[in-house]
């Protein structure tokens, strides 16, 4: 009795054009660098270096680095909430004189209010 081993799918490929099959493979490398180029500029405009890109490559860790990425406060975000507390503290006028936004903000000091 024999017995036959079951055998994977035999593809042939004797009719893909040289050409073609070239075109493919740019037309592929040419999409993969335009994806990476835009993760690298959206990870930029986070406010990280652009070369946590790289960890696309190891397995286990994109994904952890995916979930840092998308639940930590970026940099970007950190910066915008310093930069409005700082102009919330101009507005009230730490020390008792005119902030921005106050009367009296940007006029001549001799000029007197009615």
Do not use: C, H
Request: positive net charge.
């Amino acid at each position: 009795m024999s017995t036959s081993a079951a055998s994977a799918p035999i593809y042939d490929t004797s009719n893909i054009n040289g050409a073609a099959l070239a075109v493919a493979i740019i037309a592929g490398i040419a999409i993969w660098a335009i994806f990476l180029i835009a993760y690298v500029k959206i990870i930029s405009r986070a406010g990280y270096s652009g070369w946590w890109v790289l960890i696309m490559f190891v397995p286990v860790v994109n994904v952890v680095m995916l979930l840092v990425f998308a639940f930590k406060e970026w940099p970007i975000q950190r910066e915008l909430r310093e930069l409005r507390g700082w102009a919330n503290q101009i507005q009230r006028g730490s020390s008792g004189q005119a902030g921005y936004g106050q009367a009296g903000y940007g006029q001549d000091p001799g000029y007197q209010r009615q």
